[in-house]
């Protein structure tokens, strides 16, 4: 299901209109898809192992009250919001400050993730405290994307939607 980058996300509430939703890879529209980003990224913080572990157990308790109301792009979402904890909390394990890349994003390339050609900028010596806050998220979203419900309503909405 490749994410659909051309909608209006400004007006699309997507728990009224689930049908134009679409999973795409990895994180594809975590920050975009309304009205979950609202309600979940408030909850997402890594700073810390602490604020880790209360963050992905706050998202993941969001993912599991989704499934619970047959909201399968809820869940996606907060999947997505334990990916990119995961992800984001590496990238400051490996790069004091967070920046992977070198120099600004090309203008016709905003918004969108990778290096655009852009040189990776050398690896700092790992941070223990957000390595360890990776872990806590990475636990967290392998739980989410092996939930047995997750994975039935995954199917059910890929079946329905044919995407």
Sequence with gaps: MPFDYTLDFRTVDFRRHP????????EQGVLL?????????PHWRFRTPEVARESSEKIYGLFKAYLQQHDFVGA???RKFLQMGFTRARRYANHKGGKKYDGPVPDDKKGQSGSHG???LPRSPEDPEKAE????FKAKWDEAKHNPDYLQQRAEFEERYGK
């Design 76 to 78: 996606d979402m907060a």
């Design 133 to 136: 806050a990776a872990a806590i």
């Design 33 to 41: 898809v309304q009205p979950y980003k609202s309600e979940i990224l």
């Design 19 to 26: 049908e134009l939703y679409r999973v795409g890879k990895g």
């Design 118 to 120: 852009r040189a990776e």
